[in-house]
């Protein structure tokens, strides 16, 4: 297991659960064995791993709706499906597009399918940009849009509506699309987001099974309180 040093506790906490776990490697350590020490010994010369399209690429947990969180087995072929959908259909991003969101990159359900995919994968595949930010309040989101010159803004209906009356604190002259998802987008928070930067919000469904969103709205046909249709 490859782990971030600041979740050791947790996943030490988990290790007894799992007893095929035999060597775990911290990053953001200074420990002599972290993945920081070995990268600086490594002459940067390997042999690439070559996958299988059906060959399992990530696991992601649901959010637990229904009962116990379930894990879900996502394969390579699923990543880049994903990336020929919703960006292909809906977003249309272009190497020149700067990408940002609110969510962390992989912490649940919704982060999985808003990060993972929208902020990470998507501009790898498209060729674009993206900004990641690790800790994300409105005004820190806005103006971190200010600052890199963002173009697209992935998050939910609740951050909108935290951040639309800040936004004439910060120039969003930049930004061009603005896509929602996590919850249901209400016409009022659709409408003063609209009014206040002109922009309007793209909405989307996508569940943790999917990977990310099924369902879209097309960007010239955005109706306000609808989530849209579903995608290929």
């Known amino acids: 297991a490859l782990c971030d040093a600041r979740l050791s506790a947790e996943l030490e906490a988990a290790k007894p659960s799992c007893p095929s776990l035999r060597d775990i490697r911290y990053f953001n350590s200074d420990a002599a064995d972290s993945v920081d020490a070995r990268m600086k010994s490594f002459d940067g010369s390997f042999d690439n791993v070559i996958p299988s399209h059906d060959d399992a690429a990530l696991i992601g947990f ?48 919704f982060a999985e399918r808003m990060r993972f995919g929208s902020v990470l994968l998507f501009p790898m595949r498209r060729g674009c940009s993206t900004v990641l930010l690790e800790q994300v309040t409105p005004d820190t989101l806005l103006q971190a849009v200010q600052d890199h010159r963002a173009t697209t803004l992935m998050t939910g209906p609740t951050m909108y509506r935290a951040m639309a009356p800040l936004t004439e604190r910060y120039d969003l002259s930049s930004l061009h699309t603005c896509c929602s998802a996590g919850e249901h987008l209400p016409v009022p928070v659709f409408d003063d987001w609209q009014k206040r930067t002109g922009i309007r919000i793209l909405d989307h469904m996508g569940s943790t099974e999917m990977l990310h969103a099924f369902m879209g709205v097309p960007r010239g046909d955005i109706r306000p309180g609808t989530t849209g249709i579903a995608l290929p």
């Open 62 to 109: 649901t959010s637990g709706t229904t009962g116990p969180a379930k894990a879900t087995v996502h394969f390579h072929r699923d990543l880049l499906a994903i990336c020929d959908s919703y960006p292909e259909v809906v977003l249309k991003s272009a190497p020149d597009d700067i990408v940002i969101g609110s969510p962390p990159l992989i912490v649940g359900a």
